[in-house]
């Protein structure tokens, strides 16, 4: 690679480069490789900064105006930071239907968050995704791994409460 | 391997391990552990069970005994009661919501007793993880028969005489689809899987992964051999971790055991899978999109013709299938096409598996056959609406169905009939909704998701169902005009049949059915600025009736500002300045006494 490519961005560590070459190196020749090397590098880095995005389209020999337009088409991508903590409130009929919409309310009003948006120390995301087929269990809200079902606006400071 | 007198099924489908099946599994092998049990009694963790409403859940083998909502704490009792002294557990057995009955064997409980399973057989019979306890269960012999005894021309024919249609929604004649690729002339062929189960609502595709994923695969060998395709694409949600994983772990052992890869069985026939994770967009559930995206671009649909059974990925010739569907093919070799064919409608054979979900007391996965009609399904095997609230719809179909009312709950189920009254089939997605649900606000919904979701590629989609959006959520913010109604039906219109993909052509269908069997509450917030279900928290007043209210205080512990004054033997009222509209007293309130 050039030294031109050389990745800059104060949340990009030097491991994580070395990861992202990786990636890259494994996927170049497997043909539509973009959506898994955007996939992966986001897991390295926790989101895609439009630095990686370049780095990634010199890597692939792709045009970054290619990259960039799938890295903003799925809703999987983020190029925006994302909180320590991942919420994801399931926005599914089942859910919409027994009440998520309180339950997201609370939790913005409680955190001065939005959907999509971060609080400002960075503690926590909250994402709005369709449907996680766990409709049984709806209303669910989903803290990073851990699912939380039928859930009530009340319990929601008592649940996030515990990640800091 | 050791005989076990007992066989533990705990479900490990998302559901129930969302709600504590792990911790209850240690809890559970530890106790085995100490009363010496675990040579006798053998855990064995399976897929998705269907009712995971109740979970976690586990079924005791050979005896059929179903427990329920089990926690780590009771691993002690029933291994002492049950397993050591042979005397089941009553209080974590099933109580029937209806009937107040306790019913100790599965095949009693309403909910699994009306079902036909087909293609979800496998579900919590066997170890998904295991390629040996699906080949026991007749796993891989329909694939077998396929490559070994019959031409392409024989598996198409099965599959055209067993009558079976596209599982994901449209319902296209499975069989018909395959003889158009399997007439195109190419060197490279595909068979894809759609396994990006997007509508809201619906998870039967993440059931049959997670309990059955070598189902999946025998389903597209098969479908591979009468195409005469080398190559295979499970395309799969990325939300979907656990399906993923026992997708990779399937195909792995498939390959070890050479049923995938070259020379298949010694029948000179060879085929591979990939998975390839999705990356969140609805709209890659349409095949042309879905294409798209495994070649790595944006997921936008493209007009067709050419279909993709001539020109598919990377332009070669393609048949996609949904999960479901593809399950079904094992069986449908084994058995024949006459016999999936017996079972079913005139238009639609063989069963279907439906998501029922939303306010219904069974929520989970039912697999029944095709014909069975909506009363039966919401009322017998889903025992009905809870709280003792009133039925009000059933919404049908995803994002691009419809809802039914009452007067149509005795409609079969089939392609046709269920078109018929303004909803689709689609991937099988049913979700009750009781009296507080508002029709305006589900329009509302549905629309918010489409417009999210379109990709933007065609103006009628892109922007008419922002407007159409934009409407709704002044309607429901209590300031509808004359005229809005109307509108809403006219870009409805344009936007059906201007639209270049199914996405824009089926989105304007929560609003047109709701417009057609709802219209009067459409008219209560536009021209009367009221909700009839109080759900619009724009129009509600919060203001406590004191005729209804009985004093129960409920209202004033949910309240989380102070703002609802109560003292005992008192009506609560409730403070305009300290109330925030969050609904939580309505919600509590059990008498309908906040408006």
């Known amino acids: 690679m050039a030294a031109t490519d050389k990745l800059q961005h104060p949340d990009v560590t030097p491991e994580m480069i070395r990861e992202i070459d990786d990636i890259i190196e494994s996927q170049k020749n497997a043909p539509g490789a973009v959506i898994p090397v955007l996939r992966m590098s986001q897991d390295v880095v926790g989101y895609l900064p439009v630095e990686v995005i370049d780095y990634i389209s010199a890597g692939l020999n792709i045009p970054s105006s290619d990259v960039y337009g799938v890295a903003t088409f799925y809703s999987l991508f983020s190029l925006t930071p994302k909180g320590r903590h991942r919420i994801r409130a399931c926005l599914g009929t089942a859910c919409y239907v027994k009440g998520i919409k309180e339950v997201m309310g609370r939790i913005s009003k409680e955190f001065d968050l939005e959907v999509g948006g971060t609080t400002e120390d960075r503690r926590f995301s909250l994402e709005a995704v369709r449907c996680l087929g766990a409709c049984g269990l709806a209303p669910v809200v989903v803290v990073d791994q851990d699912t939380y079902g039928g859930i009530s606006a009340d319990q929601v400071s008592g649940i996030l409460e515990k990640y800091e | ?595």
């Open chain 2, 1 to 595: 391997m050791d005989q076990a007198r007992l066989h533990l099924m705990l479900c490990g489908g998302t559901g129930c391990h969302a709600s504590g099946s792990k911790s209850f599994h240690e809890a559970l092998d530890a106790e085995l552990k100490n009363q010496g049990l675990e040579k006798e009694v053998r855990v064995i963790e399976t897929g998705c069970n269907g009712f995971c409403a109740l979970g976690p859940v586990m079924l005791v083998q050979p005896e059929g005994i179903f427990y329920q909502q089990l926690k780590a704490d009771d691993a002690a009792e029933l291994v002492e009661s049950h397993f050591l002294k042979g005397r089941p557990v009553q209080r974590l057995m099933y109580r029937d919501p209806v009937s107040k009955k306790t019913m100790a064997h599965m095949d009693e409980i309403p909910f699994f007793a009306h079902q036909m399973i087909w293609a979800m057989r496998n579900k919590g019979l066997i170890d998904p993880e295991s390629i040996d306890e699906y080949i026991a269960r007749d796993g891989y012999f329909g694939m077998a028969k396929a490559l070994t005894e019959m031409s392409s021309e024989d598996i198409i024919g099965e599959i055209k005489a067993s009558g079976l249609r596209g599982r994901g929604g449209a319902g296209f004649p499975t069989g018909v689809k395959w003889g158009f690729a399997a007439q195109a002339k190419s060197d490279v062929k595909y068979v894809l899987c759609n396994a990006d189960e997007g509508d809201p609502g619906a998870f039967m595709d993440r059931s049959i992964l997670e309990a059955d994923p070598h189902a999946v695969l025998e389903g597209m060998i098969i479908a591979a051999k009468a195409i005469n395709a080398t190559q295979g694409y499970i395309y799969c949600r990325t939300e979907y971790p656990l399906a993923i994983q026992r997708l990779s772990l399937a195909i792995e052992k498939a390959r070890d055991y050479g049923l995938l890869g070259e020379d298949i069985l010694g029948s000179g026939f060879g085929f591979d899978v990939d998975i390839y994770q999705g990356a969140g967009a609805f709209v890659c559930g349409e095949e042309t999109a879905l294409m798209r995206s495994i070649e790595g671009r944006r997921g936008m649909p493209r007009p067709r013709p050419p279909f993709p059974a001539n020109k598919g990925l990377w332009d070669k010739p393609t048949v996609l299938n949904n999960v479901e569907t593809l399950a079904n093919v094992g069986q449908i070799m084994l058995n024949g096409g006459q016999w999936y064919a017996s079972v079913g409608t005139e238009s639609s054979k063989g069963t279907k598996v439906f998501a029922i979900s939303g306010d219904i007391n069974n929520i989970g996965l039912v697999e029944v056959p095709m014909g069975i009609s909506l009363r039966k399904m919401i009322y017998d095997i889903g025992g009905g609406i809870p709280n003792k609230r009133k039925f009000k719809a059933v919404q049908l179909g995803g994002p691009s169905g419809g809802c039914i009312p009452e007067k149509y709950l005795d409609t079969p189920v089939d392609y046709e009939e269920i078109a018929k009254v303004g909803a689709i089939m689609g991937s099988g997605g049913v979700i009750v909704m009781d009296e507080k649900t508002c029709m305006v606000d589900m329009a509302r919904f549905f629309m918010d998701f489409i417009q999210e979701e379109s990709c933007g590629k065609c103006t009628p989609c892109r922007e008419g169902t922002r407007r159409i959006l934009e409407i709704l959520e002044k309607i429901s913010e209590g300031r509808g005009e004359p005229g809005d109604i109307e509108t809403l039906e006219e870009l409805s219109e344009v936007i059906k049949s201007s639209s270049l993909c199914g996405l824009g052509q089926t989105a304007p269908n929560p609003v047109l059915s709701t417009l057609n069997y709802f219209r009067d509450e459409y008219y209560a917030h536009v021209y009367e600025k009221r909700c009839p279900a109080k759900r619009c928290v724009a129009l509600l007043k919060f203001t406590v009736d004191p005729d209804k209210c009985k004093k129960c205080g409920l209202c004033f512990k949910a309240c989380p500002t102070g703002a609802v004054q109560w003292e005992k033997k008192q009506p609560a009222s409730i403070d305009k300045e300290k109330c925030i509209q969050c609904m939580a007293c309505y919600d509590a309130c059990r008498f309908d006494a906040i408006e």
